[in-house]
Structures are given as C-alpha cells and as structure tokens.
C-alpha cells in the first residue's frame, strides 16, 4: 500500500520544484508510485501547474509533464507515420485506463530499461526540459538524469520524417524482450534499441552504416554487433542480440520504403 504522509499541491512549479528539491517525491499519475509498499513524507501533487497539454508550435510537438500517455496517443498534431509509431511505443502499456493514467513526467522520469516509449523518443531526438537543469538531449537524460527535479515537457519534432517501431514480446501486454524504433529525415537514420534489457541507446554503428547506404540486413548486424545485451528472468543476452539485428533490419526496411513512396523528406 502508497502511504504519503504530507500532501502538497503548490499552484506553481518554482514552489514544486523547491519541495522536490527538498527531498519531496513528485506524484505523476501514481501508477509506478503505489505499485508495492511504499511510505511517502512528502508528496507534491504536479496537476495544479498547467503541465496537461499538447502542443504544436515552430516545429516542434511539445507535450507538459502532466498529459496522459492515452491523450499523446490520441494526439491528431503527428505526421501519420509518425502518429503510427508512436502508438505502437505506447499501446502494449497494459490497457487504455492505465495509459489514461500514465502520465509523460512519469514515463520519462522513472526511465525503465524495458521501455518502448523512450525508445521512440531517442529515435525522434527528442528534448526534455526540465524546471532546474533545464534543456536536455533524449540521450543527455537517459545517461544520467538529474537527482531532484521537475520535468516540465517532451518536445518533439514536428517534421514529416519516416519513423517504425518495432518490439518482441510475449504476449500484448508484457514488456518489450527487446525494442527498437528508427527515424528518417532528410537523408539521416536514428536507430534507438532498448530492453536490453537497459534503457534505450542509439545504436551508433549501425546509424553510420545505414547513412552510407548499407542494406537493411548489414544495419541491423551492425546494431546487434556493438550495443551491449544482457540477460534477465525474461531474456537471454544472445536471445537479444538475434532479435536486435532481426528487428532493426524490418524497422531500416519500413523507413526506407515509406522515405522512398513520399520522395524522400
Ligand atoms: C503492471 C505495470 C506494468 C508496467 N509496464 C510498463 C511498461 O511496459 N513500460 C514502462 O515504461 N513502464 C511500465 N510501468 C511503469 C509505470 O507505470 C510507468 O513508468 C509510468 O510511466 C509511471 O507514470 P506515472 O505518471 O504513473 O508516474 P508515477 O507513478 O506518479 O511516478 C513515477 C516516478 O516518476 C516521478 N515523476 C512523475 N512525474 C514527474 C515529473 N513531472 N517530474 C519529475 N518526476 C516525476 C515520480 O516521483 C516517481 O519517481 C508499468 C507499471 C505497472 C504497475
């Protein structure tokens, strides 16, 4: 059972980002928080700061902390293969009253290894700010998130790029053994891999390999070769590694078809 002890709702996010900064415990949408036995001191309510919107503005897709997963799922302001993708990263999270739960400070903050979500962030190039160390890159805050602090929005970008995301599970509603999303645009492939089972990571390698015009099989070798894998009460690591190049080569294959009917964007 979650037990919170204190229960702020401060109408502005200096004064959360302060009580956090204090050693208070941010509350999202409480799906992770009251899963297990869990004793708050000081719980800050973020719903009262205006963080619930989605929007888009000069080029970019910006998300506050407090939207739902279900409403950025539901979200017409995507391009459409963009839209697709990011579904897909979304719509294995358990069911529909969950993900209406499930908000983006959450999912961004708790930075789950398994998560298919930030693997499609890390493909998009996405930003995160937060209240106190501001800007950061997708894989800035995936290396080494801040220790106390508010994220304030996702941003995306808001082009016509070609994006897949692909995953292997074992049924529809458990986690990701291994993910995968990939983005095309102007000429560049980001290839994010995560589930590892640590979080997602650009596949370096492979993004070279697949500027240099390499077929879809030789990228997604390149993946499975260098990223690191390991093995866990749900997958093996050589498991991993064989469904990394499996599933980056489909994702290369489907950006590269869906770039090629639009005329390359
Ligand atoms: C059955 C089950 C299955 C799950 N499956 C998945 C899955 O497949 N993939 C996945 O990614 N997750 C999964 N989760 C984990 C979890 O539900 C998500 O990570 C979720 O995003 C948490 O979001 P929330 O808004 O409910 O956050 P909360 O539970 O409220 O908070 C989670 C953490 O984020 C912090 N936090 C929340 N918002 C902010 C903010 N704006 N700024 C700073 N810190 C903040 C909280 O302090 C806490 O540390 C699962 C959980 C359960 C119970």
Not at 202 to 216: N, P, T, V, Y
Request: with cysteine; net charge neutral; hydrophobic share 45%.
């Amino acid at each position: 059972m979650l037990r919170i002890d204190h229960y702020r709702t401060p109408e502005t996010i200096e004064e959360a980002h302060r009580l956090v900064a204090a050693g208070a415990t941010a509350l999202g949408g409480l799906t992770l928080l009251k899963h297990g036995d869990r004793r708050i001191a000081v719980g800050v309510d973020l719903s009262r700061l205006g963080l619930e919107y989605i929007k888009a503005e000069g080029g970019e897709i910006r998300l506050g902390a407090m939207t739902s997963a279900r409403e950025a799922e539901l979200c017409g302001l995507f391009g459409p293969s963009q839209s697709a993708a990011l579904r897909e990263s979304l719509r294995h999270l358990v069911g529909v009253q969950f993900r209406s739960h499930v908000t983006i400070g959450g999912l961004l903050w708790s930075r789950l290894g398994h998560s298919d979500f930030l693997a499609f962030c890390l493909a998009s190039d996405a930003l995160v700010r937060l209240y106190g160390a501001g800007e950061l890159s997708m894989e800035a805050f995936l290396e080494k998130r801040p220790a106390a602090d508010i994220v304030a929005e996702l941003v995306l970008p808001a082009d016509a790029g070609s994006y897949a995301f692909e995953s292997v599970r074992t049924s529809f509603s458990d986690r990701s053994l291994l993910n995968c999303a990939v983005r095309l645009a102007g000429g560049k492939t980001r290839i994010a891999v995560g589930a590892r089972p640590a979080p997602a990571r650009l596949a370096a390698e492979a993004m070279k390999e697949a500027d240099r015009g390499a077929d879809a099989a030789r990228v997604g070798r390149a993946a499975a070769e260098t990223l690191a894998f390991s093995g866990d009460v749900h997958a093996g690591a050589d498991y991993r590694k064989e469904v990394c190049a499996a599933i980056v080569e489909r994702a290369v294959e489907r950006v590269r078809a869906q770039d090629a009917a639009e005329g390359g964007k």
